[in-house]
């Protein structure tokens, strides 16, 4: 059985990884290939229909997976209705979340892309992000935007601990950046907390922008968020159509 990811959120890369090793076919299209993602509404949708099409019937998959950004309502939504027109079951597979561990978030959060947008509009100087391309988000002419490293491919700890070389190489990157604020998006990897642990030990003004909310469509899929468990329901979809 052939199981085609769509995207490369955190959780995507551990799960090809099981999958070569656990000797499942898996197949990916990133959530950046040009080919579909451009454009905006029904030019979107059509396109990403038109390509998973092609690739289910190239691939012979029969199972879909929604490893998107869980910012990146957008594209998940034309997954879903691609998969409900072509009949195909589809699991969301959703990284874990900075909000789900013990680390404090208190005066730190935005609820949204929209909120950072009113907050940037009058910010100065250098400002370092993380898992995010924000340049299309922030209007101030003076503000240069500084996109931080990758540090490390781990799922984000539910505990929230990380060990002191990681955070050791999150003040590295933070320094040489020479930013005044961190702006962080909580993609679900281990580089969130690493940075938002080193700006709180640097004394850096730091904010995270809350993931939006999960809508019905998506809500009325089933979810994941951890590898095992996408294998999980991936058999259950298997069984249930037996």
Known sequence: MTTLVV??????????????????????LASDDRQWVSGSGATQRDRLQAHVEELVRELGASALVDAT??????????????AAEIELPLVRAVPPSVTMTRFDLDRRLVSSADALLAMT????????????????????????????????????PESGDLPSWLVTRAQTALRQSAASKLLCFDAGDVNTL?????????????????????????????????????FR??????????
């Open 7 to 28: 995207g490369e959120n955190a959780l995507a890369s551990d799960l090809l990884l099981a999958a070569q090793y656990g000797g499942r076919d898996f197949r990916q």
């Open 69 to 82: 950004s869980p910012y990146r309502q957008d594209i998940s939504l034309a997954l879903h209705e691609t």
């Open 121 to 156: 509009g009058g910010v100065d100087g250098k400002v370092a992000a993380t898992a995010w391309p924000l340049e299309r988000h922030c209007r101030s002419e003076a503000l240069e935007l500084i996109v931080l490293p990758g540090l490390s491919d781990a799922l984000m």
């Open 194 to 230: 690493a940075y938002l642990a080193a700006a709180d030990a640097m004394r850096l003004p730091a904010t995270l922008v809350r993931r939006p909310p999960v809508t019905k469509v998506q809500s009325s899929t089933p979810s994941a968020t951890s590898v095992v468990e996408v």
């Open 233 to 242: 329901r991936l058999n259950q979809l298997a069984c249930a159509d037996r």
